[in-house]
């Protein structure tokens, strides 16, 4: 028998001696060998759980090791115990798992796999009481990473599938759950043994709901050179088109791996790019600063001339000079550009910049020469992707070449993101408004000499998590649809994986925390889709997204008024081959398009449903622009006849009806008759006394752009400002635009601030602090309801005056305000670095978060979740509506 360092420490834990407490070689002698590894993972991990969790509730704490202290605090140990409710009797206790695999190199790093499974749960029972939402559950691992070089490792701690973990006890929150690999943490780890937990997430959404519900994470520590490098993403360029630039946009990524900050300032002179047939120019003559450990994408403008008509272009090398901040000694970096030809009627990448000041791209296919078009102009037939799929994917890209002849200029939006960022929700579906409004500049920048386009007539159709985006594209642009084909869709994520395993709260909280969703709620806003011709097609075997969804809103838009023509193609799965060009959408395409000139007539008879009109555009001519309670679902009822119409409002208090469309003369406003005088824009607001006047709502409302909870972040014009004012705080800051960077793509400057804020900067801004008191919002709003002052939180509700604050000192609030007229802040703000860090977590990061306007907690929240605080909204006076909850089980403060 070989004595082996298992059987040690098997010897060693009978003793109850655990192998952390004895120092690993690397930590006694520190030596690196040509046969060591520099770096390695530990084989064996410490496991705790498992623990129930609902769907999209991590943000929120809810980690009932919370209770305990933490899992970073706690030690293994065989003979404690932790309840659960989904463990038998209750409890739970240590364990230990075996990694999947584990590869190392000498030189560039390790990689490890980790599969957890609780084969002692019914998972069956529980599924079939619970439906998917038994399936999902969280636990905690504990590794190690060993360093075993003679200095200090610069490292990208890479954590797929993960949403939480800590190093050395060092929490961070965010982790890369859909392996995106985009922004990873940089690390600079000391010789020797260093502990990493991991919170295990399981979600049904981005795991799956069929066969043993395990959860399967890969963990990888790379070794890279200290200071800046371009990442491994590939640069982002439109293809050429014949031997023009589709477009000039193009964006390549950088990450600062040391500890310095830098500039990145401007390219090579054009001169030495290549062979002068490509030139790039940074998009901005203000440098770029990259903050230790940030990762940002650098946008660029390019021009090409000389291009050959045919054949392959060569690469071209790309230089970026850089310095750290403050000195002018300069850098190079170099990346090569390379471009790819397309054919002009073949699908192809198409780059835009995003309203977020990122560039995004589409793929893009006009019209072929042998489609017979009426008129001057083609509809946009847009083709949103599913999750986890690029737009550039060949099963997206292609999926109409069948049909290669359709009258329309067919556009592959991203989203952004293979996700679609927020299931093409706020950022995700401004990119697809960004793709569209590029169909012009495309024309211009080829020559193209074909039917032009008409960007304000959409046909719209999409695939699983695009069949949900193209449901939320005919609900808030109803007036830009003529036709939609949603295919094996899902509603909300509510309906897909309900929220039935969050922790216990007051239904007052839920209903807020489901409130702030409500604009995603599809299923709510059907009556948006009257008299818009609709296909849905749905395999009958789905088990991805089940068939239910479709049957649901198929009889929802019944009862709304739209007969929609529902396909259940029997024993069909979620996908298979032409599954988007089936006999019966080929037809509808077909159908629909040869009829888009057609223009409908006005609705004399509808409804309008409104989530959050910031997000919503018109129906029939009709816009509701301000609710009375966010909280709320908002609704108006229109029956017009001649130039007459009677209007009747639900939660509703400014809405605008285009009268050039509708030609009114007088109205009925719940019952209350109005004159109209003007045939353009005509905007009804109702009063303190419940009176609707005809005129602009006041100037001090609101913007449209700073509704929707915290979501209404990502509504930014440009790149996002996060500020922190010390340095302890810095990683804070440092999270937030990793995670906007990793779930969003979304660029951020990181910038330490003490003076109040203006708003000169385009962005939106999140301002992270430990201050006892934040200066007041940039504008005129003395009487804004939240404010910090003494490390206490003062809320003014229905004129007076609270003081929220506890004896706990984790104190942390996030909520939204006004930055100057149009622009939004959210502030992030802990009394302790505990506080800070909790509220953190609350910044926009995966749908479903249900994150409102503002947000007050203490320390229960880390293991309570929403049930430890106090929650609601701000009405479009920037007030606290009635519906909010504050206080604390019972308690009139928090």
Known sequence: ???????????????????????????????HSMDTPAITFSKTWDLLGLFQIGTREAAWGADPLEFYGGFPNLKPNTTAKFKS????????????????????????????????????IDWTFLQTVYGWSALQYQAWARGEIFVNAEKEQTVNLYTDRVIEFAVDGKRYFGGDFYGFRKAPLVLWLSPGRHVIDVRLVRDVRSMGGIGV?????????????????????????????????????????????????????????????????????????????????????????????????????????VTLYYRSKGTNQS?????????????????????????????????????????????????????????????????????????????????????VTPWSSDDWHNWGF???????????????????????????????????????????????????????????????????????????MDPRRRAIIEGAGNSYRHELLSAN?????????HGGADDNVPTYHSRLMNQLLFEAGTSAEFSELPGKGHWWEGVMTTEGLSRFYQEQLKNSKVEPENLTEFEIAVGNPGDMGSKSGVQVLYLEDPGLIGRVRVSVNGSFAVLKTANVLAFEIDNAKRGLKNAKVDGQEVKIDSAGQVQFFKDEKGHWTSGSPPSNLRHRNQLG?????????????????????????????????????????????????????????????????????????????????KSRVLVRRQGNLETHGSNDDDVGALFVRPLGEKSTELVVWGRSLKGLEQAARLTPLTTGMGVPDFVLLDGRSRWMGAEGTSLGFFDANWNITPSSVMGWSGEPSM
């Open 709 to 789: 909870g915290a979501d209404a972040i990502l509504r930014s014009n440009g790149s996002f400002r996060i500020t922190y004012d010390s340095p302890e705080i810095y990683h804070i800051a440092l999270q937030i635009s990793r995670n906007l960077q990793n779930y969003f793509y979304a660029d951020a400057e990181i910038t330490e601030i003490t003076s109040i804020l203006d708003d000169s900067f385009p962005g939106n801004v999140i301002r992270v602090t430990l201050a006892e008191s934040v200066p007041d919002p940039v504008g005129d709003y003395p009487s804004f309801p939240i404010r910090i002052s």
């Open 430 to 504: 401004a990119d697809v408004e960004a793709a569209i409004a590029s169909i012009p500049e495309w024309i211009t920048a080829t020559g193209w000499k074909g039917i032009g386009v008409d960007t304000d007539k959409w046909f719209i159709s999409g695939h699983s998590n695009g069949g949900q985006g193209s449901w939320y594209a005919l609900t808030h642009r109803p007036d830009k649809i003529f036709a939609a084909a949603p295919v094996s869709g899902y509603l909300s994520i509510q309906q897909y994986v309900p929220y039935q395993f969050w922790r216990t």
């Open 529 to 537: 889709a009257k008299r818009i011709p609709i296909y849905q097609q």
């Open 85 to 120: 409710s989904l463990a038998p009797n209750a409890t739970v206790t240590w364990s230990t798992t075996s990694t999947k695999s584990v590869q190392t190199t000498n030189s560039s790093g390790a990689k490890t796999s980790l599969s957890v499974n609780f084969t002692n």
């Open 331 to 415: 850098q190079t970096l170099t990346f090569p550009l390379s471009l790819q030809r397309k054919s002009t009627y073949e699908p192809h990448r198409v780059t835009h910049k995003h309203p977020g000041g990122i560039v995004s791209y589409a793929i893009l296919r006009p019209p072929s020469t042998n489609a017979t078009c009426k008129g001057d102009s083609a509809p946009v037939f847009l083709q949103f992707h599913g999750a986890g799929v690029e737009a550039d994917n060949g099963i997206v890209a292609h999926s109409l070449d069948p049909l290669p002849d359709l009258c329309a200029w067919v556009l592959y939006p991203t989203g």
């Open 1 to 31: 028998m070989f004595f082996s360092w298992t059987f040690a420490v098997q010897l060693l834990e009978a003793l109850h001696i655990r192998r952390r407490d004895i120092a690993p070689i690397t930590d006694q002698y520190a030596f």
């Open 213 to 317: 519900p395990s959860i399967d994470v890969d963990l990888e520590v790379k070794i890279v050179s200290s200071g800046l490098e371009v990442t491994s993403d590939k640069v982002l360029v439109s293809d050429v088109v014949g031997n023009r630039l589709a477009s000039p946009s193009g964006s390549v990524s950088v990450r600062n791996n040391g500890k310095d900050w830098v500039e990145v300032f401007g390219t090579s002179d054009p001169s030495m790019d290549g062979d002068g047939s490509v030139r790039v120019n940074l998009d901005s003559q203000r440098p770029k600063t990259v903050a230790p450990g940030q990762t940002r994408p650098i946008v660029f403008k390019m021009a090409t001339s000389g291009l050959n008509a045919t054949g392959p272009i060569p690469d071209t090398p």
